[in-house]
């Protein structure tokens, strides 16, 4: 109960920060970044999401912070059309499956496009295998709303969840992420490389762009870029870090250095 109040307060108080972890594409090009919440607690901490998504989410918090971080994601697609850089990138934006069965989910994000003057096609909505287990018809039908205005949906964590291959047919998705678990061991262990390696193929199949997170190892980088993956991210690329450095690092100015 303590917590749930601190983070009442955190969001009045905008305590809840943007960071961003970039994307690579496989030759080196910088592809974008996902955006990560961190909690600036009172107490001097930055807190990780692990240690408060999960009440967020039994509480109904989830919306009002879901909310948050998709109107601060918007404010920086917009500010950065101006940077010719910067302009270019695609920013991935995790929601949640409270957010997407929101009868107003919608709305909400139209809205929020309009008000800040943010590119539809430079956001990409991130999902969690989870919506695979709600009203599908439904959900679907919000996407394919979404995806009219441009807004591209990825599949994050793919094949720990509730996977289904005729869902990943029927839901308009982009990309699927492959999950850490899978990058973690693949240079070493025979049983993760050739799950790799099928969830690779399976995108070229279905048309999907395909992003491995996780990359830590030069050998895992060698091997993802061998097999033919797009897009990557992880440590050994770039670690998370406070929007307004990624801005700094990335954008135009910071190019002509």
């Not at 109107?71 to 302009?87: K, T, V």
């Not at 409270?98 to 009868?103: C, D, E, I, K, V």
């Not at 693949?186 to 193929?201: G, K, L, M, Y």
């Not at 060698?222 to 992880?234: E, K, N, P």
Request: with cysteine; net charge negative; charged share 20%.
């Amino acid at each position: 109960m303590a917590l749930e109040r601190a983070l009442r307060d955190g969001l009045s108080a905008h305590q809840f920060v943007l960071f961003c972890q970039p994307q690579f594409f496989s030759d080196g090009r910088l592809l974008g970044a996902e955006v990560l919440v961190r909690w600036r607690h009172p107490g001097g901490a930055l807190l990780g999401p692990d240690q408060f998504i999960g009440l967020a989410e039994s509480t109904g918090l989830i919306l009002p912070l879901g909310q948050h971080v998709l109107e601060e994601s918007c404010r920086a697609l917009a500010r950065w059309q101006g940077d010719r850089a910067l302009g270019k990138l695609k920013l991935a934006v995790n929601v949640s499956v409270q957010q997407l069965r929101s009868g107003d989910f919608c709305d909400a994000v139209v809205g929020l496009l309009l008000a800040t003057g943010a590119p539809a096609g430079n956001l990409c909505l991130e999902l969690t295998e989870s919506v695979f287990a709600e009203n599908v018809a439904e959900i679907i039908g919000r996407m394919d709303r979404l995806r009219g205005q441009g807004i591209r949906f990825s599949l994050d964590d793919f094949g720990t969840g509730y996977s289904s291959l005729s869902y990943l047919r029927r839901f308009p998705l982009a990309a699927l992420k492959i999950d850490r678990s899978f990058v973690h061991d693949v240079h070493v262990d025979p049983d993760a490389a050739p799950i790799v390696e099928a969830i690779i193929a399976l995108a070229r199949t279905l048309r999907l762009d395909i992003v491995a997170e996780g990359v830590e190892h030069e050998a895992q980088r060698r091997f993802l870029v061998d097999g033919g993956c797009g897009a990557l991210q992880g440590y050994l690329l770039g670690r998370p870090m406070p929007i307004e450095d990624f801005e700094a690092m990335y954008g135009a100015a910071a190019g002509c250095s």
